[in-house]
């Protein structure tokens, strides 16, 4: 008793169902999940519910699972960069000196030379006082400790200065590769 295999396949059972996008009326074998339209060249899935058959155009739902994909990618570009924001402002917080306007006052080697300057015009001062009350050991060494403490002063002044702004320049890289990449997504839509 076996049948050719188009005997057997014309013996199952069909079902009518009609295509969502054209309205073509199909018929397919029951247990068929994907069909193409005859009519229209859709791709459709086949869906049950409530013991009826109806079609969805398979293309609208891949449509809508890549948008879902890019929200969900951007979603998480943005907290990446959210984190990457909260990070530097924990590890760089916005300094306490503020110029006229209100923006954060900048460290720069001036400012160190600055204050290496200052910390040697006290130390100065103070070996004009020693040697006025005629210490004059007591002088040179003041003199000495100041000229010493003006350039420690002056070096970790730039060697801060120079650890923020390579941090700067490794965060502004990090943000702006994250910006980037949100662009190409933004583009893609």
């Known amino acids: 008793m076996n049948a050719p ?4 396949e014309a013996n199952k059972p069909r079902l009518s169902v009609t295509c969502i996008r054209c309205g073509a009326p199909l018929s397919i074998p029951g247990e068929v999940r994907f069909v193409t339209c005859t009519h229209c060249r859709s ?4 869906q049950w519910s409530e013991g009826a058959a109806h079609t969805k155009v398979l293309d609208a739902i891949d449509q809508r699972t890549e948008r879902i994909e890019r929200e969900v990618a951007e979603l998480r570009i943005r907290e990446q960069i959210d984190q990457l924001d909260h990070q530097w402002a924990i590890q760089y917080p916005p300094r306490a000196t503020r110029d006229n306007n209100g923006r954060p006052i900048r460290l720069t080697a001036g400012s160190a030379n600055k204050a290496a300057f200052m910390i040697g015009v006290f130390g100065v001062f103070f070996a004009v006082l020693a040697a006025t009350a005629e210490i004059y050991v ?6 000495v400790a100041f000229v010493f403490l003006a350039m420690a002063t002056r070096n970790s002044v730039l060697r801060g200065i120079a650890k923020f702004e390579q941090a700067e320049v490794r965060y502004k890289e990090a943000r702006q590769k994250l910006q980037e990449e949100l662009g190409q997504l933004t583009l893609r839509q």
């Open 5 to 8: 295999p188009k005997q057997l």
């Open 138 to 143: 007591f002088a040179v060494v003041i003199a």
């Open 43 to 46: 791709t459709l899935v086949v």
